[in-house]
């Protein structure tokens, strides 16, 4: 019974839970975009139980995602000429959401956390769905 209690006290790991090495072999785009996002939901699910800890290492992994984006394979035509811009931006809500966990700052943290994840959200290789069918 403790066990299972104990158990449920740590947020749940997702895609994207470890660092990748620097000098890793780049991923294909779609990877990078999938670990982004559950990089993504490990942060906000971290800031909901105020695991400040945790959330800073989301912080951290989710600023190293955004550096290595633009060296990824498989870039999808439409985002090539952005890949490099979106990117940085991405890395600078990182930086300011590691920033705002180290303080424990929940609001700050909210707002780098919203942009994130339109940011994040923005970057998905997915076609747009004909709204009219």
């Known amino acids: 019974m403790l066990l299972a209690a104990l158990a449920g006290c740590r947020v749940i790991e997702r895609e994207g839970a470890n660092p990748l090495p620097e000098n890793t072999a780049p991923l294909a785009y779609s990877d990078m975009v999938n670990r982004a996002r559950g990089q993504a939901s490990s942060a906000l699910d971290a800031f909901y139980v105020d695991a400040w800890l945790d959330l800073e290492q989301a912080a951290q992994r989710l600023e190293q995602t955004a550096r290595l984006l633009p060296k990824t394979t498989q870039i999808p035509e439409a985002f090539k000429s952005k890949v490099e811009t979106e990117s940085d931006l991405l890395r600078k809500d990182a930086t300011k959401l590691l920033e705002a966990a180290h303080a424990k700052n929940a609001p700050q ?3 780098a956390m919203q942009r994130i994840n339109q940011r994040v959200r923005e970057l ?6 004909d ?3």
Do not use: Y
């Open 109 to 111: 943290a909210n707002e």
């Open 131 to 133: 709204e009219k069918k």
């Open 124 to 129: 998905r290789a997915q076609e747009k769905v």
